[in-house]
């Protein structure tokens, strides 16, 4: 599994398993696509922070992701195909 912070690291189109590991602190992920801003990536709670620990597949075009993280916390991502 690759770490994510807050470094732009291309992402491969397809499913992806992305891990968050809160540990006191809080996680966001952002998505950009081509030239475009970068996103904020909504969770199942339909919020852009993660609200606990969580483990979700969500499927991305060719993309680029990075995580924005306060205090311990860890996101990871893996392709899920």
Do not use: R, W, Y
């Amino acid at each position: 599994m690759a770490e994510l912070n807050g470094t732009a690291q291309p992402i491969s189109a397809g499913k992806h398993l992305v891990v968050v590991e809160l540990n006191g602190g809080t996680a966001k992920l952002e998505i950009k696509v081509d030239e475009l801003d970068f996103q904020d990536v909504l969770n199942t709670t339909g919020a852009a922070l993660f609200p606990a620990d969580a483990q979700e597949i969500f499927t991305f075009g060719q993309c680029q992701l990075k995580a924005t993280l306060t205090g311990a916390a860890k996101v990871s991502i893996n392709q899920a195909d």
